[in-house]
């Protein structure tokens, strides 16, 4: 199994930024997407951007040209950068990987514990 541990959460005014990243740890064999999403209570969790093997990425409609969602396969991470951060923002964000553990093993899904993301001034 895979652990992911999230970092870089925080408090920061509207129009501030932050980074997060999410770092994995365990047995990898192939990674398939990283993602970020985010909940807020009372709320599904809802997608905020994902990254597929290739390079591809998709964002939520809300966060386009805000936010950046990047990897680094070999030192088995993947970080958001966001920008212009605004009060609906705001919500735990996790990260989540589809990953296979091994060559004899299926695709399975891992997520972090979660990072909280406050905007308020």
């Known amino acids: 199994q895979v652990q992911l541990v999230e970092s870089g959460g925080g408090l920061v005014q509207p129009g501030g930024s932050l980074r997060l990243s999410c770092a994995a740890s365990?047995?990898?064999?192939?990674?398939?997407?990283m993602g970020w999403y985010r909940q807020v209570p009372g709320k599904q969790r809802e997608l905020v951007a994902i990254?597929?093997?290739?390079?591809?990425?998709r964002y939520a409609d809300s966060v386009k040209g805000r936010f950046t969602i990047s990897r680094d396969n070999a030192q088995n991470s993947v970080s958001l950068q966001m920008n212009s951060l605004q009060p609906e923002d705001t919500a735990v964000y996790y990260c989540?990987?589809?990953?296979?553990?091994?060559?004899?093993?299926?695709?399975?899904?891992?997520w972090g514990q979660g990072t909280q993301v406050t905007v308020s001034s």
């Open positions: 989540r990987w589809d990953v296979q553990a091994a060559i004899t093993q299926g695709i399975s899904v891992d």
């Open positions: 990254i597929g093997s290739g390079g591809v990425t």
């Open positions: 365990g047995s990898i064999f192939r990674i398939i997407t």
